[in-house]
């Protein structure tokens, strides 16, 4: 079954704490992002990869930290979490560049304390 | 101010009713428009999207998009309870293709 999955789905930390939310993906796709969403915000970006070892920022990167070492996995990483950041994040795939279908992950809620 | 402004909602309609979605935009160099469902707890999956200005029909759905007054539409016919979601509309332009800017997201609500 093609998807985007990430881990965990929920997490609770503390300020400080260094955590890594994983994304990885089975479509082979070279497209990858992450987006937060919280309410009246509606889906910013954070950071995106156009393919491995390729990455750029998106409209939020403050905070957070992406690597794109393989083609399926793109992990999100807070190295010093704040709690501005608890939000929920989606991580998201599509076939290339030019391809507008994103396929979204289930999305983890993250709350840091 | 944000690039894309969606009217929250909710907006509630009754079964068979027509649902009207709009957001508008500030950025001319945006060019490709998408609408996301989005169920609760769930990731946003897309229903449609548009290349540049015109109109694009797939089943109950239809897409508009009017460059000149930098707005676009969804309408949803014949609405059904099953279509009670979050509707986010999404851009992106052809100079930043890894960008996407979406709208807040408008909670739709179809009552029996």
């Known amino acids: 079954e093609a998807q985007v999955t990430q881990n965990p789905r929920y997490l609770i930390t503390v300020t400080g704490k260094k955590l890594t939310v994983t994304c990885s993906q089975n479509m082979n796709h070279e497209y990858m992002s992450w987006y937060r969403q919280d309410p009246g915000l509606g889906l910013r970006q954070i950071y995106y990869s156009m393919n491995v070892e390729v990455t750029d920022k998106g409209d939020v990167p403050e905070g957070y930290k992406v690597s794109r070492k393989e083609k399926r996995n793109f992990p999100l990483i807070l190295e010093s979490p704040s709690p501005n950041q608890t939000s929920l994040y989606f991580c998201?795939?599509?076939?290339?560049?030019?391809?507008?279908?994103?396929?979204f992950g289930q999305g983890t809620r993250l709350t840091v304390v | 101010q944000k690039e894309v402004e969606q009217d929250p909602g909710p907006l509630s309609v009754p079964e068979g009713a027509i649902v009207s979605l709009n957001c508008t935009y500030s950025?001319?160099?945006?060019?490709?428009f998408m609408w996301y469902r989005q169920y609760s707890r769930k990731g946003p999956e897309l229903l449609m999207y548009t290349y540049s200005s015109g109109n694009k029909e797939d089943g109950r759905f239809t897409a508009q998009v009017d460059k000149s007054s930098k707005y676009i539409s969804l309408f949803i016919r014949d609405s059904q309870p099953s279509d009670s979601a979050t509707y986010l509309c999404a851009m992106r332009s052809t100079d930043s293709w890894g960008k996407f800017q979406f709208g807040a997201g408008t909670q739709v609500v179809v009552t029996p």
């Open positions: 950025n001319s160099a945006f060019q490709y």
């Open positions: 998201a795939s599509s076939l290339n560049r030019q391809n507008t279908e994103a396929f």
